[in-house]
């Protein structure tokens, strides 16, 4: 079956820095989506960044220019390397997959199928 599991969260300074990995298992990524979440405590769970069918690279307003999405060229792991963290930027970080998605919709989290079980993020 398919399996998410992030790693590399940790506890940073502000303006610190951090790079989340997520190991995809269990099936060939084609064309399929994948994206990073996070949830902060109290809050809805928000997207941050994700790879549409298209394989464009979308972020949310809070994530442009800080944060960067990326994948290995077997499309086997995900990434997000993060930059100029702010304590808002403190909660579980969660990768995501689905199969087919609307470009507009792509930060909603239920677009997505499967979900990892999360790495812990604290900027303080």
């Known amino acids: 079956h398919v399996q998410l599991v992030e790693s590399g969260g940790g506890s940073v300074q502000a303006g610190g820095s951090l790079r989340l990995s997520c190991v995809v298992s269990?099936?060939?990524?084609?064309?399929?989506?994948l994206g990073w979440f996070r949830q902060a405590p109290g809050k809805e769970r928000e997207g941050v960044a994700s790879f549409a069918n298209d394989g464009i690279a979308r972020y949310t307003d809070s994530a442009l220019g800080r944060f960067t999405i990326s994948q290995d060229s077997a499309k086997t792991t995900l990434y997000l390397a993060m930059s100029s963290l702010r304590p808002e930027d403190t909660g579980v970080y969660y990768c995501?997959?689905?199969?087919?998605?609307?470009?507009?919709?792509?930060?909603?989290?239920?677009?997505?199928?499967?979900w990892g079980q999360g790495t812990q993020v604290t900027v303080s």
């Open positions: 995501a997959l689905c199969h087919q998605i609307d470009v507009d919709s792509w930060y909603e989290d239920y677009e997505y199928g499967t």
């Open positions: 269990g099936l060939t990524v084609g064309r399929d989506c």
